[in-house]
């Protein structure tokens, strides 16, 4: 069983061929289609993208000033990189995910311009939100994170400036991510 479990990407393929036998054998009360499949796929991105956003707010940000210097290493090193190659990309995915979902159920125009009806403005309103959130995480906090992380080349003063432009797009998506959450939910109940 340590072995199953201490291979990630074998528990995520045992994982997909269970979900995938649950689709098949629901297939009659819960039809398979685009839709789905892109909402199940949203839903699992999302998760791993806002999982990502509140764990580096809730847990890594206020952790590290008090990780001694010498252990820092191991968080920025190591740690940090891969948290930030899932949430970039969990915030990519849940984006194009959610878009996709609004072309194939024929909203996605009506959403982005508030023209729809009931809940189509409020799915618009969560799906703003979530392009702002994406657009800060690829074009403010990721570059910001290449030069505090050290993967790219900055001088100290750039790492220093880099901080708080991070810290402020990083806040300002947890900030978003309460209101945009409770869009996507309330549209999908009503």
């Known amino acids: ?11 995520l393929g045992i994982g997909l061929v269970a979900a995938i036998a649950v689709m098949v054998g629901f297939v009659d009360s819960a039809p398979i289609d685009g839709n789905s499949i892109f909402r199940w796929l949203h839903v ?4 791993v993208w806002i999982g990502l956003l509140y764990y580096l707010n809730f847990v890594q940000v206020p952790t590290m000033p ?3 210097a010498e252990q820092k290493g191991a968080i920025t090193g190591h740690i940090a990189p891969r948290v930030f190659f899932f949430f970039r990309y969990g915030a990519l995915l849940t984006l194009l995910t959610g878009l996709a ?3 194939v159920d ?6 982005l311009t508030f023209t729809g009806e009931g809940n189509v403005k409020l799915i618009g309103v969560g799906m703003w939100l979530a392009i702002v959130m994406a657009f800060n995480v690829w074009f403010i906090i990721w570059p910001a ?9 900055a001088s100290a003063e750039e790492k220093a400036a880099a901080a708080p432009r991070a ?3 990083s806040r300002t998506n947890l900030l978003l991510s309460l209101p945009m959450l409770y869009c ?5 109940l009503g």
């Open 1 to 11: 069983m340590a072995k199953l479990f201490g291979n990630l990407h074998l528990v």
């Open 44 to 47: 699992f991105f999302g998760i």
């Open 66 to 68: 008090k990780i001694p």
């Open 101 to 103: 979902i609004s072309i």
């Open 106 to 111: 024929g909203y996605g125009h009506a959403a």
């Open 145 to 153: 994170q290449k030069k505090i992380l050290g993967i790219v080349e």
């Open 167 to 169: 810290l402020i797009a």
């Open 184 to 188: 996507m939910v309330s549209a999908n």
